[in-house]
């Protein structure tokens, strides 16, 4: 698995005027290929009067599934430069949909080209990428009495706490840098005068 990849930070559109042709760049964090295809699916029905929906789209952190689609501009000059942009960034699980409005005068092949794959680039600047860092999920089980200041001292140390379930014994679920596993575990006995449980889970991305 990727250490670490580059997504969207948000959903949002960046809009610029080229040789009078209006062109609408929609990107949005996208976790699955289904996810994908509803957005391209979304923004085609907001803009139904439109010359052209072209998307390109990249899912998984080793960019595993990438789709391009020119939706009727000549081949290679719309979908394949967007996706090409988003590649270039290592932008990762995320869909890229450019709406274009013609304006009445021909780019070429050369300036679709740069109009796709520009605006596109210019939108992820303008909504902006997090990194997201591979964990190791980990559960620890502790009593009552020690679980407030353990969740405490936890956040304080900037481990990422997950989720908190409280039953008999309280379950927090942490992620962990694979490095940090075994100097966590020495901190864990020390921190809980060796009373709390440790179990490792599997693998998830979260913000670095």
Known sequence: MQEQYRTVARAGVHEAEINRSR?????APAATEQEAQDFVARVRREHPTASHNCFAYV?????????????????????????????????????????????????????LIRAYGGVVGEALDAVGTITRQRFRLATVTVDHQRAGKLENDLRATGRAVRDVRYAEAVAIEVGLPEA????????LADATAGTAGFELGGEAYGDA
Request: hydrophobic share 40%; glycine share 16%; with cysteine.
């Open 59 to 111: 899912i998984g952190a080793d960019a595993s599934v990438q789709k391009a689609s020119d939706d009727g501009e000549p081949g290679g000059t719309a979908g394949v430069p967007m996706l090409q942009m988003l590649t270039r960034r290592e932008v990762r699980y995320t869909v890229a949909v450019v709406t274009r409005y013609y304006g009445g005068v021909k780019l070429g092949a050369g300036g």
């Open 23 to 27: 062109f609408l760049c929609a990107l």
């Open 180 to 187: 940090d596993v075994e100097p966590f575990r020495a901190w």
